[in-house]
């Protein structure tokens, strides 16, 4: 009997050993894994088409991870205002090479007025590194009869009905951003739809509509060149390419800072040690002159922080832009 009892106790210490064996093995192996990534190339996906001010902070990122981390191609996907192109990285595999850039369209306006965008900006991602903010400028035509905010609001209230504004889409940001406006100032302005940012511009240059909302990397050359007139930006500070345009507070309208900003998130569930890992490499690529000069000259700054900022940042802008969608209802299927 006592060496029946013997021999159980020999076999549960057998097992007991193999267990921790398992156990110290795998515990070997997950730290090696981490460190081997990345171990073939990263992709880093564009919900828009390429040449505008995201595709451009993308191959810029990409251009700076590559030093770093090998290998990382930048791949387009347009549509529907972006959604497309992020409920993909969403959807994808979350081992770290498929990145999506993500921005205020996509994380924070598309999610706040589509009725089923495919994903959710928190719960569908693992934040890694926020990359670049610009200001939005509230522009009209050069010979407009109105050379600030408030000589346009007067104008604007004696002619109701009248005026007409451009975006670059329904639901767009630039949308948005006009009916806020007109929400606060309480003008009675059209709204015109275009298809892009570019079209958008190019109506206000023709005065085909009396304002618009565009990104500033559009505008910068234009406005210098006194195509068009810029009446103020909805930074929170001067924009120090256009110092003498006050902000939307300076103006007389309070509470209006938005930005256009652009960040990289991986699909949700994505290792904490490869996030570190990406996030890392891409603040030290945003630290260097020459990238910091590249964003100027779109308009862009860049203010590297950790994964965990950049995470709160996108909670607070999601919850900024319902908030918004809600007062100016605007909601699309």
């Known amino acids: 009997m006592a060496a029946h009892v013997r021999m159980r106790a ?3 210490l057998v097992e007991m050993l193999r267990l921790i064996a398992i156990s110290v093995v795998l515990g070997l192996i997950a730290p090696v894994h981490g460190q ?22 993308a191959r810029l990122v990409a251009q700076i991870a590559q030093s770093e981390l090998g290998p990382m191609v930048v ?7 972006g959604a497309i192109g992020s409920k993909a990285v969403a959807n994808a595999d979350p081992d770290g090479y498929t990145l999506l850039l993500g921005t205020s369209a996509t994380l924070g306006v598309v999610p706040a007025v589509a009725n089923n ?4 900006p928190i719960k569908s991602f693992t934040p890694i590194a926020k990359v670049s903010d610009s200001t939005l400028v509230l522009v009209v035509p050069k010979d407009f009869p109105a050379n600030t905010v408030g000589e346009f609001v007067a104008y604007a209230k004696s002619h109701p009905g009248q005026l007409s504004y451009a975006s670059a889409g329904v639901g767009n940001q630039t ?3 006009a009916e806020l406006f007109k929400a606060k100032t309480g003008v009675d302005v059209v709204h015109v739809p275009y298809k892009s940012g570019a079209e958008m511009t190019s109506a206000i240059m023709s005065e085909q509509v009396q304002m618009a909302f565009p990104d500033i990397s559009i505008l910068l050359p234009l406005i210098r060149e006194g195509k068009v007139k810029a009446l103020a930006v909805t930074a929170a500070t001067r924009h120090q390419q256009l110092p003498n345009v006050p902000t939307m507070i300076e103006s007389g309208i309070p509470d209006f800072v938005l930005s256009f900003w652009s960040g990289v998130v991986a699909p949700a569930g994505t290792p904490e040690g490869i996030a570190d890992k990406l996030n890392v490499a891409i603040n030290r690529g945003l630290t260097s002159q020459s990238v910091r000069e590249t964003l100027a000259n779109i308009g862009a700054e ?17 919850k900024r832009w319902s908030s918004i969608a809600k007062l100016v209802n605007i909601k699309i299927e």
């Open 36 to 57: 081997d990534y990345p171990s073939r190339t990263i992709k880093l996906v564009v919900p828009f088409g390429p040449g505008g001010p995201t595709d451009v902070s």
């Open 302 to 318: 860049t203010h590297p922080g950790s994964a965990q900022d950049f995470a709160g940042f996108i909670s607070i802008e999601s």
């Open 10 to 12: 020999g076999l549960a």
């Open 117 to 120: 965008p495919g994903y959710d």
């Open 175 to 177: 949308q948005l951003l």
């Open 75 to 81: 791949e387009n996907r347009p549509g529907a205002g």
